[in-house]
């Protein structure tokens, strides 16, 4: 299904301009999101570290992780979605010169409404805090789900401000401003970090879910000057435009009411496996979402603009270039992140995790945690971009459909496996979940859209994957001779993460440049452009 723009009664989209070059624009306007994830990741590195150094990965921190979802599930029931199914197509169709003042007026009604469902939706699950531990942690005793309760009602008022924050960033993404969203994520994190460093010697474990609420408040502040110049006019009409985005919406909340719905039986599930396990598969989770973020977020967040705008033109051809490149570039990155996470797990648990509370033991089940989500995360990479085309296109149900039936596939893996090896056969089941997703989607996106045919994607991938194992026996190889000189403290084991995987990445890119891989020269021309020119101006500069 295409967009309806006899519903959305916008403005016609202006010609469009002649591009230099589609990958070009595309990794720049991914360079500005990776700058912005790096500081978010490694902040967020920071602050896990300090989580692990105050209290270790005992039940308490397994507490905070179940706190910490309510506001996430319902962010991303209300305004997770939205954004990239929604908000960001129709807000496209308006951000054009001529179609400025009406998308004002179109975003205006969308904070208004977005802001009262939810101070609603806070007040509600206030009262509902207890039914909520009990849904999330039905295996903990009495003592921790009452913690559990307490710092689900500290969390709670952050939905409002990421509510908020979503629709901002769904906005400035729409307006081709990449950079205000884009720290968000590390603003959050420094807040989240201040809050445990100044509140935890007095309020222990509490002073985490506070810090949650000061990150929020200050992600939406940064956001806030970006918005200047759009002439955003808060308003109560219903709008087509508003319809629009509902009705798109629509199908989307449907799968993501199913995929949280798997996500509470899974906690609920790795409470009943004993209280340490939420805390390690979210150690091995903070991992997994480093390349995840870097890479995945980026490069789809600056194509679905463009993505947008190709489909609303008729420009088939141009739709199905930008597909391919987005998905050869995850490729490039994610599988070379998946060969290096996957020798040096260990030794970077260690640099990160393993000090004050965080114990050996604690080191090695993460550790095992880890090795299983490595099976899913190549496919959860390509998913994402997968999933953005069909939003682009306007068809928010063929995903909603593909993420039930990967749900499923999950349930059926969970239920078999958690007797047997406990909570890491729900980290299998999560694995086989995002394998399953992606080759659903991949079938659907070459039978719908007929997008990757011609594409050279699979010659790339084999050039990549070919390239990712050399990282890996270089990377093993140096890393087990440096281990056998007896390496030990924080500094010798970030040296080693630092030189066993600075090697085996030399030699990933040594062996793609030979074998005259295209994303390595689209590569190499990104960090070319950035030696010439900051990569802010390139994108101000490069329109499609």
């Not at 340490?276 to 150690?283: G, L, T, V």
């Not at 199905?320 to 998946?338: D, H, K, Q, S």
């Amino acid at each position: 299904m295409t967009l309806d723009r006899r519903a959305l009664e916008a403005p016609a989209p202006a010609a469009p301009r002649p591009a230099p070059s589609q990958g070009m624009l595309i990794a720049h306007s991914a360079t500005i999101i990776t700058l912005g994830n790096i500081t978010s990741r490694l902040l967020g590195v920071v602050r896990e570290t300090v989580i692990a150094y105050l209290f270790g990965a005992t039940g308490l921190v397994s507490a905070f992780r179940l706190a910490a979802l309510v506001p996430t599930t319902v962010y991303d029931l209300l305004m997770g979605g939205m954004i990239s199914a929604s908000l960001v197509p129709v807000f496209s169709e308006y951000s054009t010169p001529e179609g400025r003042r009406e998308l004002g007026r179109v975003a205006g009604a969308v904070f208004s409404f977005a802001a009262l469902g939810l101070v609603f939706t806070v007040f509600f699950l206030e009262f509902a805090a207890p039914f909520l531990a009990q849904l999330l942690g039905g295996g903990f005793g009495r003592e921790l789900l009452g913690v559990t309760t307490d710092l689900t009602r500290l969390i709670l008022p952050a939905i409002l401000f990421f509510g908020v924050s979503g629709i901002s960033t769904g906005l400035l993404y729409a307006s081709q401003k990449f950079i205000y969203p884009a720290f968000g994520a590390a603003v959050f994190n420094l807040g989240v970090i201040l809050g445990i460093l100044f509140l935890a010697p007095s309020l222990g474990i509490h002073a985490l879910a506070l810090g949650v609420v000061l990150g929020a408040i200050l992600q939406l502040a940064i956001q806030l000057p970006g918005l200047r110049g759009i002439g955003v006019s808060l308003n109560f009409v219903f709008n087509p435009a508003l319809r629009r985005i509902l009705v798109l919406y629509l199908p989307v909340l449907l799968g993501l009411v199913v995929s949280n719905v798997g996500i509470l039986i899974d906690r609920n599930l790795a409470s009943r496996t004993g209280e340490q396990s939420i805390a390690w598969m979210a150690n091995a989770t903070t991992l997994i979402q480093l390349p995840l973020g870097l890479v995945v977020v980026a490069i789809s967040t600056a194509v679905l603009p463009s993505l947008s705008q190709f489909t609303v033109s008729g420009e088939e051809e141009r739709f199905r270039r930008t597909l391919a490149t987005g998905l050869r570039m995850v490729l490039f990155l994610i599988l070379p992140a998946t060969a290096g996470l996957w020798v040096l797990g260990v030794p970077l648990i260690d640099l990160i995790f393993e000090h004050g509370a965080f114990t050996p033991l604690d080191t090695q089940m993460t550790a095992s945690a880890l090795t299983l989500y490595l099976l899913g995360l190549p496919f959860a990479a390509i998913d994402q971009p997968l999933i953005f085309a069909f939003y682009a296109r306007g068809d928010t149900k063929t995903p909603v459909l593909v993420g039930i039936f990967a749900v499923g596939v999950y349930l059926t893996v969970a239920l078999g496996t958690i007797v047997p090896i406990g909570f890491l056969g729900l980290v299998l089941a999560n694995s086989l979940q995002w394998a399953s997703h992606a080759a659903a989607m991949l079938f659907l996106t070459e039978w719908r859209v007929k997008a990757l045919r011609g594409q050279q994607l699979f010659m790339s991938t084999a050039k990549i994957l070919t390239a990712a194992v050399v990282l890996a026996g270089v990377s093993y190889f140096v890393g087990q001779w440096l281990l056998g000189l007896g390496w030990d403290g924080f500094l010798p084991e970030a040296l080693l993460v630092a030189i066993a995987g600075g090697a085996g990445l030399g030699a990933y890119f040594l062996v793609v440049v030979v074998l005259r891989s295209m994303e390595a020269n689209l590569f190499w021309q990104l960090l070319m452009s950035l030696i010439k020119r900051s990569p802010f101006e390139a994108l101000l500069k490069e329109r499609v």
